[in-house]
């Protein structure tokens, strides 16, 4: 039987997987292939250290809670344009540099892009 933080990190992993629409305390006990009170104990522990968030719904005739993440996975998807990516002059840029973050155009033009989105 796995320790209970390899569970917790597990069934964390699980609710963080599923996205935006959360999933069934219910379905998340089965998947970890534990007892519906073990799944509860970890749901109420991932809830109380502020991992997750937990809505009363019911389903099936039964009252569950739906499982949602407080915190999404990490994505690059944000930065994936960001011209310091691909910049030549990496390496020789700094904040006290004569190449700087500061004074650099590309930079600035990147920054400012995102308030016309």
Not at 70 to 86: G, V, Y
Not at 95 to 103: F, L
Request: glycine share 6%.
């Amino acid at each position: 039987m796995p320790k209970r933080n390899d569970l917790e990190h597990k069934a964390l992993q699980l609710i963080m997987n599923v996205g935006s629409n959360g999933v069934l305390q219910s379905e998340l006990w089965r998947k970890l292939d534990a007892s519906s009170r073990e799944g509860s104990r970890i749901a109420i522990k991932l809830e109380n250290k502020g991992l997750i968030q937990r809505e009363r719904e019911l389903s099936h005739g039964r009252w569950t809670y739906r499982l949602y993440a407080k915190r999404k996975p990490a994505s690059i998807n944000s930065i994936i344009d960001c011209p310091c990516l691909m910049c030549p002059n990496d390496s020789r840029c700094g904040p006290w540099s004569t190449i700087s973050p500061n004074e650099c155009e590309k930079l600035t033009e990147w920054l400012l892009s995102f308030n016309l989105k």
